[in-house]
């Protein structure tokens, strides 16, 4: 009886110094609205650009056409709106299991995931803008992936250990396309849709079922 009450007792130190640590209100189910979202996102991506089939220049200027249209402004609004709606998910999803199991969502633990995770994140968006306005969009999926990534690494050590490992996966995808340059919208499917959406489920099928 002694033994199981301080088993017991550790278990509830263990639990309190993990609550107090870590980020413990990331919903699963955040990882698979945001992968499903960018799926949509990329396929809307595809779909201006005529299904591969539209030419353009280093400008992203539409080629054979009496109007020569940018679309950079497209597809920015395109990114702009998956991110939004990605983050939304992700918040409901995770406000949903912060109540669900009486946890704070936003403490010191949030405050330090959210600089940790944001520092890398701004740095390589600030980056790729800079990249699409010098037209050399070549890069911009292999610098999305990688910073990304990179942020994903920064924040895992104050939530799941899983998302360190997407964050290694992301960073691997990036480098990657960034040698296969002309696949990048595939590396980015791969990265923002598919492998969100296997994580989202590896977390919710090991800590929210």
């Known amino acids: 009886m002694k033994d199981s009450k301080s088993y017991k007792d550790l278990q509830e130190i263990k639990n309190l110094m993990e609550r107090s640590s870590r980020f413990l209100s990331l919903s699963g189910l955040s990882g698979v609205s945001a992968g499903i979202v960018a799926i949509l996102g990329a396929f809307a991506i595809y779909w201006l650009l005529n299904f591969g089939q539209l030419l353009y220049d280093e ?7 009496s109007v020569r249209r940018n679309v950079t402004g497209l597809l920015m609004l395109v990114a702009t709106l998956t991110f939004i709606f990605a983050l939304g998910f992700a918040l409901f999803f995770s406000y949903r299991k912060a109540k669900r199991k009486h946890l704070k969502l936003w403490d010191h633990t949030t405050k330090r995931l959210l600089v940790h995770f944001f520092i890398p994140l701004i740095t390589g968006g600030l980056f790729t803008l800079i990249l699409i306005f010098r037209s050399d969009i070549t890069l911009v999926a292999s610098a999305m992936l990688t910073f990304y990534g990179l942020a994903l690494v920064n924040a895992g050590k104050y939530t799941f250990g899983e998302i360190h490992y997407l964050g290694l996966s992301e960073i691997i995808l990036g480098v990657l396309a960034g040698i296969f340059v002309s696949y990048g919208l595939i590396f980015w499917v791969a990265g923002f849709g598919i492998l969100h959406i296997l994580y989202g ?7 929210e079922r």
Do not use: D, F
């Open 59 to 65: 400008h992203l200027h539409i080629l054979g056409s």
């Open 201 to 207: 489920l590896v977390m919710y099928y090991r800590y």
